[in-house]
């Protein structure tokens, strides 16, 4: 069978025939799949899972899973996107897998996944690969997002979206530590959640998925996270922190009795006050950042004619310019979340029910960190972090034809998209790396319920 037909550019003659081969537009996947495999990954989610196929012929969990890893890293965004792995024949045969699920076993998968199998495996697993980074000094940061859901889901409720007026949603609370950017926990919660619900519980789980050789060097929150409850247990864990301040009448009183300002330049200047808010145990410290505005008539905070102000409560004892800085440095955690709503689908794999929805967003986090990872590897001393999508551009799209020399398997990279030769060096820092064995972790569970 062929057909006939004309170049659109010069009008010359040519002809498309089928072929039988195996042929795969993610050739590049070879780097995460040798990831995978260095590391064990898949050994490490099958003695975590908390439940197994009777059938002989079904397919193992741990391939679904990585068949979900797979699709999500080449731009699934939906389940019925994943249909696009089960079709490629070379991808298959380079992960050494008889055939990849369809998208109803992929969803039947997650839907096995309650509180309890929640709590018993993401939490393992998740310290498990902790484990395998080497140990750092780290800041951690708190923070939610909403994400956005059309149809009736469990949890999927009105409350605040800023996009949206009375549209249902999710409302995540995630924790990140840097550098590189990882995400550390992460709970699916219900679209009216406050940001600060069940924080101190939320951070208890996160500390302890973080491995001992670990040292967190400070805690950063916006303003929905300026609670009594959470300061007292950061201060009681020995954590500094910095987190912005709330508008109360009583601290915009105090705000504007500053007289000691320190200039750092023509538009910013810092001063700080001592206060204890009438439900609190304690005094602390608060600093001040006033920021002149370039129009009078601008919108403020405070009633202040051309200054506007930020506070931010502490129990550092650095200086405020120093601290200013350090949570201005949060800013980089805001385009992850924009990574991962829009390039690895985070907001799109929901289902009816509201854990086996969690499986799946949870599932995509140990993706993202799975890319960090790999990008550490490739640069470990570079602070730059590469968005999912320029990672797939640049690295995973790659044509490629499957093929045999004797009894091996081939695979032929297309050095049209760089081939072998762009993706041997860090094949090779892949496999000279140290990928350490940890124990299994019993964790207690680790969900926010709907």
Known sequence: MHYKFRRIGDGGQAILRETERAVTPFGGLVTMIELL??????????????????SPNAIAPEQTLLAF????????????????????????????????????????????????EIGQF???????????????????????????????????????NPTRRNGRSHRPLLAFVSEPVLVLHGWLRAGNAADNRGAVEFLTE????????WTVEGVRADGAFFDQKLLAFLEERELPYVIVVRRKQRIQQHVLQVE????????????????????WSRARRFLVVRLRLPDSREQRLFDVPGYDFRVFVTNRSEPVAYLWMHYDQRAAIEPRFSELKEDLG?????????????????SVLFAFNLLSWLQSLASPHSPVQRRPATLRQSLF??????????????????????????????????????????????????????
């Open 397 to 450: 799209v790659c044509g490629a034809i499957a093929g045999r020399s004797g009894h091996h398997f081939v695979l032929f990279l297309s050095s049209a998209w760089g081939g072998l030769a762009a993706r041997k060096p860090l094949l090779d820092k892949i496999n000279a790396a140290f990928f350490p064995t940890s124990p299994k972790l019993s964790s207690a569970l680790a969900t926010a319920p709907p």
């Open 346 to 362: 985070a907001d799109d794999f929901c289902l009816k029910s509201f854990f086996p929805t969690e499986a799946a967003f949870l």
């Open 37 to 54: 495999r260095q590391a064990k990954v898949l050994e490490a989610v099958r003695e975590r899972l908390p439940f197994r196929y009777k």
């Open 69 to 116: 890893w797979l699709g999500v890293l080449v731009g699934a965004r939906r389940f019925s996107h994943l249909q696009m792995l089960r079709c490629d024949r070379a991808l298959q045969r380079l992960c050494g897998v008889r055939v990849f699920p369809g998208d109803d076993t992929v969803r039947n998968f997650f839907r096995r996944f309650g509180p309890a």
């Open 206 to 213: 996160a500390l302890h998925v973080l491995p001992p050789t």
């Open 122 to 160: 993401f939490p393992s697993l998740w310290q498990w690969l902790f484990q395998q980074q080497p140990a750092r000094h780290c800041i951690l940061d708190l923070d939610s997002t909403v994400l956005q859901r059309f149809g009736v889901q469990e949890g999927a409720v009105a409350g605040y």
């Open 260 to 279: 000691h300002w320190s200039t750092l330049d023509a538009k910013t200047a810092v001063g700080e006050f001592t206060l204890k808010m009438p439900a």
